[in-house]
């Protein structure tokens, strides 16, 4: 098998074996330094996933965005084209429906399409990393190929379980890097 794919498998492993508790724990100690960052402060529009199984999880920051008068982006995944469908949601219970995949994401009929270009922060889900700072997702690249899209003012911060974060993952040409990773022990930038 090649690298990328066992790597994945082995990570994925650790994460969804993880007690419930302690990805509530964590993801608090994550979710507090990211809220911390001058950069989270000054944006403006900020793209998030909505976290599925022991995912970082997102949705007491997008409650906090809201109250923040952020405008939160959420992706839509259009898995016929496999691409990211960046989606303006105001309300959770409103704007969300479960997919077939077991994650929340907007309402096809009320998408409302947020171009790459206006996100001031992205905050990027991931299977495996590294102190370098690139990322390994689910295999689908639908993140690489939103990412490419951002602007250079932009941030791309993931967030991940420290166990997440290896010395050294295969990266390739089309993979693009994070500017920062949040861990519950460490920050890597
Ligand atoms: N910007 C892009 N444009 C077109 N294809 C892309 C782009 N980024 C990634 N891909 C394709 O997506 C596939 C999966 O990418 P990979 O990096 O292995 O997945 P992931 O990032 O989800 O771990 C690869 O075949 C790759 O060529
Ligand atoms: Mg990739």
Redesign the pocket.
């Known amino acids: 098998m090649e690298l990328?794919g066992e790597l994945r498998k082995k990570v994925l492993n650790i994460r969804n074996n993880m007690k419930k508790t302690e990805a509530v724990d964590k993801s608090n100690l994550i979710i507090n330094k990211l809220i911390g960052l001058d950069h989270y402060r000054k944006s403006k529009t900020v793209f998030v996933y909505m976290s599925f199984k022991n995912e970082v999880m997102t949705s007491k920051l997008i409650e906090r965005m809201f109250s923040e008068k952020k405008s939160v982006v959420i992706p839509y995944t259009d898995t016929k084209n496999t691409v990211i469908i960046p989606s303006e949601v105001k309300n959770i219970e409103e704007d969300l429906v479960l997919s077939r995949y077991g994650y929340y994401e907007p309402v096809n009929e009320k998408i409302k399409v947020v171009e790459p270009e206006k996100f001031d922060l992205m905050i990027i889900p991931g299977?495996v990393f590294d102190k370098q700072l690139n990322?390994?997702?689910?295999?689908?690249?639908?993140?690489?190929?939103i990412l490419?899209r951002k602007r250079k003012d932009a941030k791309a911060v993931a967030i991940a379980y420290e166990f997440q974060v290896l010395d050294e993952v295969p990266a390739?040409k089309?993979?693009i890097k994070m500017d920062m990773i949040i861990t519950e022990k460490n920050i890597y930038e």
């Open positions: 990328k299977v990322r390994v997702g689910f295999g689908k690249g639908y993140y690489d190929r490419c390739e089309h993979d």
